[in-house]
């Protein structure tokens, strides 16, 4: 390590798809469609609940802030990766890099945050009807919002912050199709396992700590639900909470398959 040359690159180098070059034009479809049927959705949800008097409610805030989190959160990686699959240009500057990095791990984190309070929400309107409308006030809601996203951009400066700092060297191909943490560490110099140690607890625990909270809160309303007597209340019950459920598993799934599978090392063939 100590005879390869330090060096900050201007650009980097995305691998993306290289294994897939030649299905370019029908990943591009496949993900444009994709993406903008993301955006088209989460847009409609928003303008339905703006408009519609009767969903001006603690739960359809929250929903109308994660559509708008959605849409930020799959335009940070998603516009970047057609522009490489249809011009063939891979590279992006170290800063836009690393913009992209602390973007998508705020928003990763703040989605986490949010999911956990939604569940919160979804816990007091079943278990707690009658103070529904106090617990879950206008005002607390709002509060609510605002401290998901605060500290989601504030805990992701760590993670950020560190890996801007260490020495990058030799090859400057980034193995994924966009910055991401782990692809960039793996271009370090020096011993870096204090920074992979970090990172790995700050990610780990935004997202444990949350997913926590999620499943001990359906926990309890689960139980609850199965103490009401008849089966339309039941059903009535599991219905206002299961679009989250779905939504929450979903989203930790995805986390889980992306982060917790091996992964291919493709710069090596390159």
């Not at 989460?42 to 703006?50: E, K």
């Not at 970047?80 to 973007?103: E, H, P, R």
């Not at 879950?136 to 998901?148: D, I, Q």
């Not at 209340?233 to 989250?244: I, L, P, Q, V």
Request: aromatic letters at 14%.
């Amino acid at each position: 390590m100590g005879n390869r040359n330090n060096t900050k690159f201007t650009d980097y180098e995305l691998v993306g798809f290289v294994v897939y070059e030649n299905y370019n034009p029908l990943l591009f479809t496949v993900f444009f469609i994709i993406y903008i049927s993301t955006i088209i959705g989460n847009m409609l949800i928003i303008l339905v609940v703006h408009y519609n008097a009767n969903l001006h409610t603690p739960m359809y805030f929250f929903i109308t802030n994660l559509s708008c989190l959605e849409i930020w959160y799959v335009s940070t990686t998603t516009p970047k990766l057609l522009v490489m699959l249809i011009t063939k240009n891979n590279k992006i500057s170290f800063y836009w890099c690393f913009a992209q990095i602390y973007m998508f791990h705020s928003l990763g984190i703040t989605e986490c945050n949010l999911l956990a309070i939604m569940a919160i929400d979804r816990f007091v309107a079943i278990c707690k009807p009658l103070r529904y409308n106090v617990l879950m006030s206008t005002r607390v809601s709002r509060n609510l919002y605002l401290m998901c996203w605060i500290t989601g951009f504030l805990v992701a400066l760590i993670p950020m912050t560190l890996t801007a700092r260490v020495p990058f060297c030799g090859r400057h191909y980034v193995n994924h199709y966009f910055c991401d943490l782990a692809p960039m560490l793996s271009l370090a110099c020096n011993d870096i396992t204090v920074t992979v140690s970090i990172n790995r607890f700050v990610g780990g625990f935004a997202t444990m700590f949350n997913l926590a909270i999620v499943v001990l809160v359906y926990i309890i309303i689960i139980y609850s639900i199965m103490k009401i007597k008849t089966k339309t209340g039941r059903r009535k019950a599991f219905s206002t909470c299961s679009s989250h459920l779905i939504v929450a598993t979903l989203f930790y799934g995805a986390a889980c398959i992306v982060y917790a599978t091996p992964k291919l090392r493709l710069v090596e063939n390159l």
